[in-house]
């Protein structure tokens, strides 16, 4: 499978609304999951939407890395996330789980070299289409939950700029942090999580 070339920001193909897929089964639908996995493996990034890959469809592949998820379970707060596999999603639908929302540093492998912070729904529910036609509903939350939310917004034309509330924090990654108005790491006790960020150490490429 070769690996194919990631569109940039500025594209127009990433500022489409993406098609569903008539039929997840079909052998190119496989054809372009597998070359989608091996294009993220290669980028090291923790997601890719078709659009990403010049191909208008609403298909993502995604993975939530061991390291990661531990990483959410030692931290402060409520906010867990958990081991996922690599693992492909045909015409996914993300539908929020109450209010709650939380913020935290994102980086995009179409928006090389830079991050910036971005509110998502801490809990949702995500329905999709396997490969094998079937149809998945499960829970998400936390890191999983935010990969999920800036992928499918990747089906809807949206990158994560667009959702930046407060730009001066967006920018650089090797810009990021030097000097005054870099977040720190959650607040130890802190019981407001609305108004923590995580440390952009922490920031992982969809
Ligand atoms: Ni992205």
């Known amino acids: 499978m070769p690996i194919l070339k990631i569109a940039r920001m500025g594209h127009p193909i990433l500022n489409q609304r993406a098609e569903a897929v008539p039929d997840p089964t079909a052998p190119e639908v496989a054809r372009l999951v597998a070359a989608m996995i091996e294009t993220m493996e290669d980028a090291d990034g923790t997601g890719l939407a078709a659009p990403q890959v010049h191909m208008p469809w609403r298909i993502?592949?995604?993975?939530?890395?061991?390291?990661?998820?531990?990483?959410?379970?030692?931290?402060?707060?409520?906010?867990?996330?958990?081991?996922?596999?690599?693992?492909?999603?045909?015409?996914?639908?993300?539908?929020?789980?109450?209010?709650?929302?939380?913020?935290?540093?994102?980086?995009?492998?179409?928006?090389?070299?830079?991050?910036?912070?971005?509110?998502?729904?801490?809990?949702?529910?995500?329905?999709?289409?396997?490969?094998?036609?079937?149809?998945?509903?499960?829970?998400?939350?936390?890191?999983?939950?935010r990969v999920l939310q800036h992928e499918c917004d990747h089906l809807d034309g949206v990158l994560y700029p667009m959702r930046v509330e407060d730009m001066r924090q967006f920018g650089f990654v090797d810009a990021l942090g030097k000097g005054q108005g870099m977040p720190e790491s959650a607040d130890e006790g802190s019981e407001d999580s609305e108004g923590d960020v995580e440390e952009l150490g922490d920031v992982a490429a969809g």
């Open 60 to 145: 993502v592949v995604y993975k939530v890395m061991a390291e990661r998820a531990e990483a959410e379970e030692g931290a402060e707060g409520d906010s867990e996330s958990e081991e996922v596999p690599t693992t492909a999603l045909i015409n996914p639908v993300i539908e929020p789980l109450g209010e709650e929302t939380n913020v935290a540093f994102e980086a995009c492998l179409s928006v090389p070299d830079m991050a910036g912070p971005v509110r998502r729904f801490s809990h949702i529910r995500l329905t999709y289409q396997t490969l094998a036609g079937e149809t998945v509903s499960r829970e998400a939350e936390g890191f999983h939950a």
